[in-house]
């Protein structure tokens, strides 16, 4: 039997992951010690193998074979738009892609005027300005803490991931649209999904009874 590698995206979504997975009777023992900076651990007994990946990084490993399985949010399956196969909503990690910003901004984006749309997603967002509300915008790149950008006048309007609210809420910001849902999902690659179908649909039947009940 060969390894079934799983690329997991590090930080909060591998930690919920593996609890979950551990449910269903995957588990991995090397990897519960925080301290650890070994890159990859393997279950000898039945034959697998976790890594932890930047998120951004995740798709890419499962669309080239270099992972059979990912565990990503769905921010990151549609920004990096890889050839691999959704197979699984796995429920947790749930929250909004929108478009943020002062309330003042909210007239601009109703008479679809030229705006700056400051991002970590620019696909996202250029897909949804462009595609969806045909608005022609000009969309700035930037890498974190994306509240910056309205609040100095980098950009009008942000399209950034809204959990809870509070990190716009606190710097006097707001939810002006929202663009869609997310959560954590698992992927697969397409030809793992070929070759190791068996092993690979028992393990997304037993994940959904988990999730389901
Ligand atoms: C994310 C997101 C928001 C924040 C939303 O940032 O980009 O800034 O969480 O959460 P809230 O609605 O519960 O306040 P993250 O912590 O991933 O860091 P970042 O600033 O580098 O994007």
Not at 107 to 125: C, D, F, P, Q
Not at 129 to 134: A, D, E, T
């Amino acid at each position: 039997m060969r390894y079934l590698t799983f690329a997991l995206a590090k930080g909060r979504l591998a930690k919920t992951a593996m609890e979950m997975f551990k449910k269903i009777g995957i588990q991995c023992e090397e990897m519960e010690d925080e301290k650890t900076r070994k890159l990859i651990f393997v279950n000898e007994e039945l034959k697998l193998r976790f890594f932890l990946a930047k998120a951004s990084d995740v798709p890419t490993y499962v669309e080239y074979g270099a992972a059979d399985i990912g565990i990503v949010g769905k921010d990151t399956i549609l920004e990096e738009d890889r050839k691999l196969y959704e197979v699984l909503d796995l429920g947790f990690g749930k929250c909004k892609m929108c478009v943020c910003g002062p309330e003042s901004a909210r007239e601009l984006l109703n008479n679809h005027g030229m705006i700056r749309v400051a991002s970590k997603y620019t696909k996202i967002a250029k897909d949804y300005f462009y595609n969806k509300k045909h608005q022609t915008v000009e969309i700035i790149k930037l890498n974190g803490s994306v509240e910056l950008a309205p609040i100095v006048g980098l950009s009008e309007v942000i399209v950034d991931i809204v959990e809870t609210g509070t990190t716009l809420k606190e710097n006097g910001l707001g939810v002006l649209e929202e663009v869609c849902p997310l959560s954590a999902r698992m992927v697969v690659n397409q030809v793992s999904m070929k070759m190791e179908d068996e092993r690979i649909r028992k393990i997304i039947a037993d994940l959904k009874e988990v999730i389901n009940n």
